[in-house]
C-alpha cells in the first residue's frame, strides 16, 4: 500500500514527477563516505557512521512509503571486517545492535522486513542472536525488503555458490555440461530476489567494490558526489528519476540507433 501524504513536500515535488509503473523492483546502494563525512567536520569517524545509520533508516522510510519492492545496501564489507582497525570493527558491530534495537518498532509502523546477505555466521554471536530476533519480528511484514550486506563480498558470494553447486552436482550426479546460470544463481545469497535494477553509489567513487558482482550485470549505476551521511529519501527520488529517464536495452538496440540492415550478405566490407 503506497503512503505517498507521509512523503515531505520537497519529496512529494520529486515522486510527482515519476511514472509509478516505471519504479524499479529492488534498489541496492553502496553507503559510501562516513569518514569523509566526519573528517570534513574534524569529528571521529564513529560519529560518520552513527550519522550514516540515521541515514539507513530515512531512506528505507521513503522507499516504503512509495512501495519500493527490495532495498539493499552495502552495510559492512568483507574487507571492512579484515582490514578496518579492531576497535572500529567492534564499534560498527555495536552500533549495528543499537539501530536494531531502536528501529524495528519504526520497521513495523513502516511494514518493513529485514534481511540480511553475506558470511553473517562468521560476525559475533550476540550480533547475530540480535539480527535475527529483528528477522523474526518483522519477518511478517509485506512492505519493503530491506537487505543489510553483512560481512560481504562479491567474490566470496560467487565462491560459496560454487561450492554449494559442486556438492550438488556430486550428490546428484549433474553433469558438467548441463549446469545453468540458473543453477549458480539458486545458489547466490540472493537467490530469493530479483536482479538490482539501479544501483546507487555515494561519495563520488566510480567503483563497484566487490558488491553483487554477478547480480549488477544489466543493473543502471547512478553515482553521487553526496556523502551517505548526507542522503535522504529526496536523493532516492532523484536517484529514481535519472533511472527512469533511462533506455535498458539488455543487449539488444535502441529506437535511435540507425537502420538495421536485413541482407548483410551484400555488404562490402572494408577495415582501410
Known amino acids: 500500500m503506497l503512503r505517498i501524504d507521509e512523503l515531505t513536500p520537497e519529496e512529494r515535488a520529486v515522486y510527482s514527477l515519476l511514472k509509478p509503473e516505471g519504479l524499479p523492483q529492488h534498489v541496492a546502494i553502496i553507503m559510501d563516505g562516513n569518514g569523509r563525512w566526519a573528517g570534513s567536520r574534524s569529528l571521529k569517524r564513529f560519529l560518520g557512521h552513527q550519522q550514516g545509520a540515521k541515514s539507513v533508516q530515512l531512506v528505507t522510510e521513503t522507499a516504503s512509503r512509495i512501495g519500493l519492492p527490495w532495498l539493499t545496501l552495502y552495510a559492512f564489507s568483507l574487507e571492512n571486517n579484515l582490514r578496518r582497525p579492531k576497535a572500529e570493527v567492534n564499534f560498527l558491530m555495536r552500533l549495528l545492535k543499537v539501530y536494531l534495537e531502536g528501529n524495528v518498532?519504526?520497521?513495523?509502523?513502516?511494514?518493513?522486513?529485514?534481511?540480511?546477505?553475506?558470511?553473517v555466521h562468521e560476525l559475533p554471536r550476540e550480533v547475530q542472536d540480535k539480527m535475527r530476533w529483528a528477522e523474526e519480528k518483522t519477518a511478517h511484514n509485506t512492505g519493503t525488503t530491506l537487505t543489510l550486506a553483512l560481512n560481504y563480498g562479491a567474490r566470496s558470494e560467487i565462491l560459496d555458490s560454487f561450492r554449494a553447486l559442486a556438492s550438488e552436482i556430486q550428490r546428484k550426479h549433474i553433469q558438467p555440461a548441463h549446469i545453468t546460470e540458473e543453477d549458480i544463481h539458486r545458489h547466490l545469497y540472493t537467490a530469493h530476489m530479483p536482479d538490482p535494477d539501479l544501483l546507487i553509489r555515494t561519495s563520488g567513487e566510480m567503483r563497484i567494490s566487490n558488491f553483487l558482482l554477478w547480480?549488477?550485470?544489466?543493473?543502471?549505476?547512478?553515482?553521487?558526489?553526496?556523502?551517505?551521511?548526507?542522503?535522504?529519501?529526496i536523493h532516492l527520488l532523484e536517484a529514481i528519476a535519472a533511472f527512469q529517464r533511462r533506455e535498458r536495452r539488455y543487449g539488444g538496440l535502441s529506437d535511435s540507433v540507425g537502420e538495421v540492415e536485413e541482407d548483410t550478405e551484400r555488404i562490402k566490407i572494408s577495415v582501410s
Open 215 to 233: 547480480q549488477i550485470a544489466y543493473t543502471e549505476i547512478f553515482v553521487t558526489e553526496r556523502l551517505w551521511p548526507d542522503f535522504r529519501g
Open 105 to 119: 518498532q519504526r520497521m513495523m509502523d513502516n511494514n518493513v522486513r529485514i534481511r540480511y546477505i553475506g558470511r
